[in-house]
């Protein structure tokens, strides 16, 4: 049974706001501990940070063997991590943001020049990474980091997939079912207690411990449930049951597209709403950005998390309405 892993928030080298190595070493240690044949996800939604912090964690992470899901943002440093993955899949409404390195500093001529033979050496880094993961040419990646106006490239998870950066799309609805389905830990389940079944499951059961010393009962047992089985499979079903089910689920095919259609038009007049209010700042002190890629392209990723959330959420809800 699969076990779980979480790489959240921003990447930091003392995981106090964050992730980091060391941590998420000691995650995938006690899941192993757990069940050492039990295969490992590790669940990405992180923004990025740290560049050298992550490539110990893309390390870590390829010599561990595990495989990876992201579940809603894998940007600058994290979509390097997720590259790590044996097997990597996203959630049809995330995002995966990648660019080339960027840093904060500032300095003197020397100190300058000296971080910009570190910004080229972390580029080979994300390069690789990228290379390795999708088997395209460095042209080809380098043109991802560029992206249209120089700042990098947001990427849906169906282009991730024909990029050959992933393996899979995950559909939101069944994947977060089978997690739910699947997921047992000692964490969150009632210790030395009997398992839930249903009362026809427990009296069989029942039936069948009492039937322990006696070895014809419980071959009768068998053979009931045997003709119980033969009955069911060979018996046709109720036309007016079938129908009540079909039509059931075409309820919940119109439910779920009315929902998507309403989270859409939400989605689309949020975005409008805050880049309006955003333009209306920007005509009073005229240097405000109205969009998410401009607040990118004026103070870097990391800036334009910290001082413009609101165009960041309204872009990526824009990016997931239209992703569906």
């Known amino acids: ?56 964690i893309y390390n870590m992470l390829r010599a561990s063997h595990v495989d990876v899901v992201i579940s809603g943002m894998a940007a600058s440093i994290a979509s390097v991590i997720a590259m790590a993955g044996d097997h990597v899949a996203m959630y049809a409404n995330s995002v995966l943001y990648v660019h080339h ?3 904060c500093g500032a300095g003197n001529a020397a100190e300058l020049m000296q971080q910009v033979e570190q910004l080229r050496d972390a580029d080979r880094v994300l390069i690789d990474a990228y290379m390795a993961k999708s088997g395209r040419t460095e042209e080809e990646i380098t043109a991802l980091l560029d992206g249209p106006n120089g700042d990098g490239s947001e990427i849906t998870a169906d282009r991730a997939l024909e990029l050959g950066l992933i393996d899979e799309v995950l559909d939101p609805a069944q994947a977060v079912a089978a997690c739910l389905k699947n997921f047992r830990s000692p964490h969150t389940q009632p210790q030395n207690k009997e398992p839930h079944m249903d009362p026809e499951e427990k009296t069989t059961m029942t039936d069948q411990k009492a039937a322990c010393g006696d070895p ?11 003709e119980i089985e033969k009955k069911e499979e060979t018996s046709e079903p109720d036309p007016r049951e079938t129908r009540i089910t079909e039509l059931e689920k075409k309820v919940e095919e119109l439910t779920a597209k009315i929902a998507s259609l309403t989270e859409q038009t939400e989605a689309q007049a949020k975005y409008r709403s805050v880049v309006a209010s955003a333009h209306q700042t920007r005509e009073v002190k005229g240097d405000e950005p109205k969009s998410w890629p401009e607040a990118l392209k004026k103070v870097g ?18 990016i997931n309405a239209k992703s569906r």
């Open 1 to 56: 049974m699969t076990r779980y892993c979480y790489l959240s928030g921003p990447v930091c080298s003392d995981g106090f706001w964050g992730s980091n190595a060391a941590s998420l070493r000691q995650s995938i240690a006690d899941a192993r501990a757990e069940d050492p044949a039990a295969p490992v996800t590790v669940v990405i939604n992180s923004e990025g940070g740290d560049v050298y912090e992550g490539v110990a």
């Open 101 to 103: 390195a960027w840093t």
């Open 216 to 226: 014809q009962k419980a071959e009768e047992i068998v053979e009931v449930e045997k």
């Open 301 to 318: 990723f990391v800036e334009a998390c910290a001082q413009y959330p609101e165009l960041r959420a309204a872009y990526i809800a824009e």
